[in-house]
């Protein structure tokens, strides 16, 4: 029997990295846009490991390679205080928009800053939106990640990629790749329904009580509950982008008032364990070696400037 595990993880990017920020604007901006824009993922990711650190709580955070080459103590500090540090892709683009080169490009871009900040291997990844295909897994084993975790069950979403043939995606460990391993967020089955329940807006809209009782309930089923939550969703002072229509701001701004308290309540009650950790636990072993070595230089940092079995348990 493996333990109940709770799994916090945080999807480590800035507002404007969002596309539900820039729903109904006129022109939202690109890549090389987002240097003047204001910057708040700085301040917000130190609270969001402020908030770790009191409950005694230790996760994976999933970190954006253009955020690591801008602020790299906020890296180091995830390191010092023993949280993993995983990679969120280098520039928040849709993976399976990508070509083959683009792709391996960004993921190897990203990993390799990550690696040279902590000194250590980046075992696992998060698609920017959940953008994963079958294209894309395939890249991300053949580049020797041990685990992948942006399967998000839930076909509504026009934005989260899609995987056919997964006989059952509530399993907290699966092997879709070989030598690959897969942990999908999180839902609650309420009757014939499979309710998505993982965090981020489902955690901020849900009401509180409700939300811990589809935790507690998944635990008791599946031993496993995948969390995920951005450092912007703790910011409840940060002012819409001009122009964006008043529905549009539903999904990313309501509720942010009582993130935070209510991300204390959980960590309180269910503590958190960081995914290398609890794959190891359950008896996996990461590969000897994690993709090729380092070979893009990181940009000079200007910190502070905005700039082989499926489980069944």
Same mark, same amino acid.
């Given at each position: 029997m493996s333990p109940r595990q709770f799994l916090a993880s945080f999807d480590v990017e800035d507002w404007f990295h969002g596309i539900d920020h820039w729903f109904g604007? &006129?022109?939202p901006p690109s890549s090389t846009d987002w240097t003047p824009l204001e910057a708040r993922v700085e301040r917000n990711t130190h609270q969001l490991l402020d908030?770790?650190?009191?409950?005694?709580?230790?996760?994976?955070?999933?970190?954006?390679?253009?955020?690591? #080459? #801008?602020?790299?103590? +906020?890296?180091?500090? @995830?390191v010092a205080e023993g949280h993993e540090v995983a990679s969120h892709t280098d520039m928040h683009r849709l993976l399976y928009t990508l070509s083959a080169e683009e792709l391996v490009d960004d993921l190897a871009r990203a990993r390799d800053t990550l690696e040279q900040l902590t000194g250590a291997p980046v075992w696992g990844i998060r698609a920017p939106?959940?953008?994963?295909?079958?294209?894309?897994?395939?890249?991300?084993?053949?580049?020797?990640?041990?685990y992948d975790s942006s399967l998000f069950p839930f076909t509504a979403h026009r934005r989260y990629g899609k995987i056919p043939g997964v006989a059952d995606p509530d399993q907290p460990v699966l092997e879709l790749m070989p030598g690959l391993l897969e942990l999908p967020m999180s839902r609650v089955a309420i009757g014939p329904l499979r309710v998505p329940w993982a965090g981020g807006a489902y955690f901020r809209l849900i009401p509180y009580r409700m939300?811990?009782?589809? !935790?507690?309930r998944r635990l008791k089923v599946r031993s496993c509950f995948m969390f995920y939550l951005h450092p912007w969703e703790l910011?409840?002072?940060? !002012? %819409?982008?001009?122009? @964006?229509?008043? +529905?549009?701001?539903?999904?990313?701004? @309501?509720?942010?008032? #009582?993130?935070?308290?209510?991300?204390?309540?959980? +960590?309180?009650?269910?503590?958190?364990?960081?995914?290398?950790?609890a794959l190891l636990a359950r008896g996996y072993k990461p590969p000897r070696t994690?993709?090729?070595?380092?070979?893009?230089?990181?940009?000079? &940092?200007?910190?502070?400037? %905005?700039?082989?079995? !499926?489980?069944?348990?």
């Open positions: 604007t &006129a022109n908030i770790l650190a009191e409950a005694g709580a230790r996760s994976t955070l999933f970190v954006l390679g253009w955020i690591a #080459r #801008r602020y790299p103590a +906020l890296v180091r500090r @995830m939106n959940f953008s994963i295909s079958e294209t894309v897994l395939r890249c991300l084993a053949e580049a020797g990640y041990w939300f811990r009782w589809g !935790v507690a910011d409840a002072e940060e !002012v %819409p982008p001009p122009g @964006m229509r008043r +529905l549009q701001r539903l999904r990313p701004y @309501m509720q942010r008032r #009582r993130t935070q308290r209510d991300l204390r309540r959980l +960590l309180a009650e269910f503590g958190s364990t960081r995914i290398d950790e994690c993709g090729r070595s380092p070979t893009h230089e990181p940009e000079r &940092a200007t910190e502070g400037v %905005p700039a082989q079995r !499926v489980s069944t348990t």
